[in-house]
């Protein structure tokens, strides 16, 4: 490794490494645990590198020695005669790399800005449904301990598709027809991160309320997630969260071990 | 002087009550900035002027005890030097107060005469105790030549004991006014006339002593980042090694004291923000959860840059320690655990990205680093940063020492055990958070500080023991420091004195429309309270006006200075550059 | 020397430049001021439902707690079986009549507690004016059932309570006897909102700009082109807006009924 003898060389290729791993071995992470990949937004991996990149100018700094070693190829490149045309290169190639990213953030686009939204909603502890009073907390699918798991399964089958297909997809991925159109994005039940992270109860909620029904700490963001609670009764709501389960292998979060803390989408 | 003022127009306005509650509906108008934006940086200035002027004379008092019991003199000299900085502050502080004070009265004439008729007492006293804290202040800086030996070197630390006491009267009295306008007492009512409001019930109402303890301990903080930036200023400007070491020393015991401070300064708030939670739910959930909580994020940014540099000023510092070179290889470890812990302490639950990536990610929440993004990852993070930044002291305080107690290896073993099982209870706290409910969750935050504060414990006393007598691998080389290491001095002053305007905005913005939260609204054009964006903004031009005051300041003092170093003031006894001002 | 300070100014400027950015970058919100209302006595019930409706979804901060539905009982949807709160208000307290009640209970919040909710909410007369509170009153009544709240309520209140100003001009005869709130606008737009139409149309300051606006489609449209276009969304795609084409559910024509229909298209029809 004759290359990475110099602190500067060092620092370069921690830099690079970090950024190989933010932007291509983070979306690795999630298959391992059988979830599908993602890639990491843009303003994420500026983030993360500009904190690596802190840290490497604290590190090659916090030593005299390394310190002076640092600067030494910055300097010669800047002053050396003989280094003319590795300067020419940069004094060039520095403008342009900044003119570059500065067109490429200024140049019109057909896609919408990013968004912000705020902080994940908290579920609240009981809900109306269609008149009645329920107690989330604690609150199991009460299909799972009644007639045939199968008949359920199949009566939520039908309600997926008949109400929830054109959005959340044939595949259940989040990919339907109309998909593309909204923003947030209709939820991926595949994912690890949506049902899976979830109890039953919270996922009854959010069928229920739908987006109309997000509290305003949620906001804003304008989720197009109807209230199913007008369409729907109790048990198609609850066997279609069976289905959800069933065909994605996914387990609900139990109340003995699981927090229904973190919001949807 | 500025209660002076105050209390003057305040009997003015109450010869006449009727016009006084004429004067409830009046504003007056400042030109360009606006009322609203006037208050604020007066009060602003005053307060980050009050806050330096009551932090510095309580570390000035340990500095001189320190300098009384073990003989050296340079900790009188350093105690010499904070009050002379204390003396030119002390009148920037009242003329900020005296502007606070035409500011109110000419701008908000309504607010000024409602507090007034209900706290006209505690101003009169206020103006008293002012005056005795005035003259105490004289004499401990003009009596410290005179009273130099014996029992009237007692004597004199007796007055800066009585010059803590008088300015944290004068602080609490303050904090009274400010917190009644933010926790009004519940049988206070729109309709209650001021003057049949019971004085001590608005006096000591629900978030008056939080706010005193946090004030309190935020003053040291402040006082010694302050004191740090002063002496980096002077390092940097200095001409002989003389001064250079006198202030690179004087930067090291302002940054300890700062960053010590800084640790307890948690649990400070937590107090405050569970009396504000009690006293109304929904300011509480104003302040976290409403409108205010991205000011968090922005607040987790500053407190990750306070970690890197404090940090990075120990690990600079090694380098002029003998025997520290044994430790410097492992800094790159530290570094990357602190640099870790600031990515998963900045990482947002929710991302921002764009339409494509929103669809690639199915949703705003990222499979991975969602995980990252809450609670559970975030107390883990800043307690193994905390944990990083203990044992970088340790390890600065051990450098060139050489245990000479038998036990030393086991000793040795025994602090790397602590803060092994330390580190181990906060990351399987941590984890084992992902798998419990909300509630019990939040219980477990209580036991990672816990593991983390026994520990910090735990390891000083083995460390004060276990050095006992210790052998010195040859003296700090005060004065060797590379500028880099005070340029980090500055971004730490800079970064607590933000900080602190940004928290100032957070307690002084969830009472939104109100003056008197409830009782008393604000009807002028500028009730709304404004986004972070505008109010970072003024606190920058108020950081700006500060640190620019703060150095004419400190320069006119420089002046008429008279030398204040006139001896090498480096290495008089190998420990003692390790047991700070406000430390052990 | 110079050199020096030049770079310590450079160093506090960049930090205090970064921190502002930063609180700059992220997302601005500005905490709303209750908006001061002043109605005379010939207000209409239909300006004080609006009025109320603002408050109650903006600078009120009613949802906050009401609709969230840990924190307080939802009143603009079932609450209880008893329907929403303009339906149930008249049977809550005995001897109180739906507007007495609503006052009272925004008046005096912890007298008023609906089990198992907790004492939080505060007395809103602290909060709003009286012109505010009433106007809170008449939007509760207008969900499920009749709005009864006249100028009269308004004065009455405003002449007891303690530092209110001047009454204003005329006297008790106040009229305003429109019974029938729900005018063909409010229902349309209630239709719309249920069918989550401003979630692609906007109208006013409701809905995002996906597909056309409502603004001005009156003038735009005829009645018969707004009816097929909503029940055969895909027909005739307008000019600019190809892309979105194909997003709109083709499923109205089954989950409105003819009278829902007709509401909405007359509706927009009228917007010129």
Redesign the interface.
């Given at each position: 490794m004759r290359f990475l003898d110099t602190p500067f060389r060092q620092a370069l290729a921690v830099l690079v490494v970090a950024y190989v791993l933010i932007d291509f071995g983070?979306p690795y992470?999630?298959p391992l645990f059988g979830?599908?990949?993602?890639?990491?937004?843009?303003?994420?991996v500026l983030?993360?590198l500009l904190?690596?990149l802190?840290?490497l100018l604290?590190?090659v700094?916090?030593?005299?020695e390394r310190?002076t070693e640092f600067k030494r190829p910055i300097q010669e490149v800047l002053v050396r005669p003989d280094k003319r045309v590795g300067r020419a290169v940069l004094l060039v190639a520095v403008p342009v790399l900044v003119a570059f990213v500065t067109w490429g953030r200024v140049k019109p686009e057909?896609?919408?800005?990013?968004?912000?939204?705020?902080?994940?909603p908290a579920?609240?502890?009981?809900?109306?449904f269609?008149?009645?009073?329920m107690q989330l907390a604690g609150l199991e699918n009460p299909l799972r301990s009644e007639g045939s798991l199968e008949a359920h399964n199949e009566v939520g089958k039908r309600v997926y598709y008949q109400n929830c297909l054109?959005c959340h997809g044939d595949a259940l991925?989040?990919?339907g027809?109309?998909?593309?159109?909204f923003?947030?994005?209709p939820?991926?039940f595949?994912?690890?991160?949506?049902i899976a992270q979830l109890t039953e109860s919270f996922v009854f909620w959010r069928v229920a309320k739908g987006?109309p029904?997000l509290?305003?700490?949620g906001t804003?963001w304008?989720s197009?997630m109807?209230a199913w609670e007008?369409l729907l009764t109790a048990d198609e709501i609850w066997s279609v969260i069976l289905f959800l389960y069933e065909q994605t292998g996914n387990d609900p979060r139990t109340?003995e071990?699981?927090?229904?803390?973190?919001g949807?989408? | 002087m500025r209660s002076l003022i105050g209390a003057l127009a305040a009997l003015v306005l109450l010869a006449e009550p009727a016009l006084a509650q004429e004067a409830a509906r009046r504003y007056g108008d400042f030109p360009v900035i606006g009322s609203r934006a006037a208050v604020w940086v007066a009060a602003q200035l005053h307060l980050f002027f009050a806050a330096f002027v009551l932090g510095v004379p309580m570390f000035a008092v340990v500095a001189e005890v320190i300098g009384i019991k073990s003989g050296e003199e340079r900790f009188d000299k350093l105690a010499k030097e904070f009050t002379r900085l204390l003396l030119v502050s002390y009148s920037a502080t009242a003329v900020w107060g005296a502007v606070l004070v035409f500011a109110l009265v000419t701008l908000y004439p309504g607010v000024w005469t409602y507090l007034a008729e209900i706290f006209d007492v505690s101003m009169w006293v206020y103006v008293g105790i002012f005056f005795f804290e005035s003259a105490t202040l004289y004499l401990y800086y003009y009596g410290w030549d005179l009273w130099k030996e014996g029992r009237a070197k007692w004597f004199h630390w007796g007055l800066g004991i009585l010059l803590n006491l008088w300015g944290t009267t004068v602080m609490f009295i303050a904090n009274s006014w400010l917190t009644y306008m933010m926790s009004p007492p519940a049988e206070v009512t729109p309709d209650t006339a001021p003057g049949m409001v019971q004085f001590w019930s608005a006096f000591a109402n629900a978030t008056w002593m939080p706010i005193n303890i946090h004030r309190l301990i935020a003053n040291v903080v402040f006082g010694g980042a302050i004191v740090g930036a002063y002496a980096a200023y002077r390092f940097l400007m200095a001409e002989t090694d003389e001064e250079r070491a006198h202030y690179d020393w004087m930067g090291y015991i302002g940054n300890f004291v700062a960053i010590s401070a800084l640790i307890v300064l948690p649990f400070a708030g937590y107090w405050l923000g569970r009396e504000i939670y009690e006293f109304n739910q929904q300011m509480g959930i104003t302040m976290m959860g409403g409108f205010m909580s991205w000011l968090w994020i922005v607040q987790a940014f500053l407190i990750g840059v306070l970690f890197l540099t404090g940090n990075y000023y120990l690990w600079v510092g090694m380098g002029r320690i003998p025997g520290a070179e044994r430790f410097q290889p492992y800094t790159k470890y530290m570094l990357v655990v602190l640099v870790l812990g600031v990515i998963v302490w900045a990482t947002p639950h929710s991302m921002i990205a764009s339409r494509d990536e929103i669809s690639a990610m199915g949703g705003q929440f990222h499979p991975f680093l969602g995980v990252l993004g809450v609670m559970s990852a975030k107390n883990t993070a800043v307690n193994l940063m905390i944990l990083t930044t203990f044992l970088s002291f340790l390890l600065y305080r051990r450098a060139n020492k050489e245990p000479v107690v038998g036990w030393a290896g086991r000793g040795t073993m025994v602090q790397g055990a602590l803060f092994g099982i330390a580190a181990l209870v906060v990351l399987f706290y941590g984890v084992y958070g992902y798998f419990v409910p909300a509630i019990v969750r939040i219980g477990f935050s209580v036991y990672q500080v816990l593991a983390v504060l026994s520990t910090i414990v735990a390891v000083v006393v083995l460390d004060v023991l276990m050095l006992r007598g210790a052998t010195s691998r040859g003296e700090i080389r005060w004065g060797q420091m590379p500028p880099r290491s005070q340029y980090a001095l500055f971004i730490l002053a800079v970064t607590f004195t933000w900080l602190m305007g940004l928290m100032g905005f957070a307690r002084s913005g969830i009472r939104q429309h109100w003056h008197v939260f409830e009782v008393m609204r604000d009807t002028s054009v500028d009730a709304a309270t404004p986004a972070l964006g505008y109010a970072s903004v003024v606190i920058s031009v108020c950081v700006l006006i500060f640190l620019g005051m703060v150095a004419f300041i400190f320069w006119v003092g420089g002046l008429a200075e008279k030398p204040i170093i006139t001896k090498a003031a480096r290495g008089e006894g190998p420990h003692a550059a390790l047991q700070p001002a406000g430390g052990d | 020397m110079l050199l020096q300070n030049l770079k310590i100014v450079l160093v506090v400027l960049g930090t205090l430049g970064l921190y502002t950015w930063v609180a700059n970058a992220i997302p601005q919100v500005e905490s709303e001021v209750p908006a001061q209302l002043s109605f005379g006595a010939d207000v209409t019930p239909e300006e004080l439902v609006s009025a109320g409706g603002q408050l109650f979804a903006g600078a009120g901060a009613c949802v906050t707690c009401h609709g969230l539905e840990d924190r307080a009982p939802a009143l603009l949807s079932d609450y209880g079986g008893a329907g929403p709160i303009g339906q149930r208000c008249a049977d809550r307290v005995e001897g109180m009549d739906c507007k007495e009640y609503l006052y009272a209970s925004l008046a005096d919040p912890y007298s008023y507690l609906v089990e198992p909710f907790g004492p939080i909410m505060p007395d809103q007369r602290i909060n709003l004016s009286e012109d505010q509170l009433w106007s809170l009153v008449a939007y509760l009544q207008d969900q499920g059932g009749e709005v009864t709240v006249t100028g009269a309520d308004l004065q009455s209140t405003q002449a007891s309570s303690a530092g209110g100003a001047a009454s204003q001009g005329g006297g008790g005869a106040a009229t305003a006897a429109a019974s029938g709130p729900s005018s063909d606008a409010t229902e349309a737009t209630a239709v719309m909102q249920a069918n989550l139409c401003f979630g692609c149309h906007k109208l006013g300051d409701q809905g995002v700009v996906l597909g056309p606006p409502f603004d001005g489609i009156g003038s735009r449209r005829d009645a018969a082109y707004l009816r097929n276009s909503i029940l055969n969304p895909n027909a005739e795609v307008p000019e600019g807006y190809q892309e979105v084409a194909g997003l709109m559910p083709p499923n109205f024509g089954q989950m409105l009924t003819a009278g829902q229909l007709e509401t909405i298209v007359q509706f927009l029809a009228s917007q010129r």
């Open positions: 983070i992470i999630p979830v599908d990949s993602a890639p990491v937004p843009n303003t994420v983030q993360y904190t690596v802190a840290g604290l590190w700094s916090d030593n005299d310190w057909v896609t919408a800005p990013p968004s912000f939204r705020s902080i994940h579920p609240p502890r009981s809900i109306t269609q008149g009645e009073t054109p991925d989040g990919l027809h109309y998909a593309h159109g923003n947030p994005a939820l991926n595949q994912d690890v991160g949506t987006g029904g509290p305003r700490e804003p304008n197009a109807p007008n109340w071990e699981a927090g229904a803390e973190e949807e989408h | - | -």
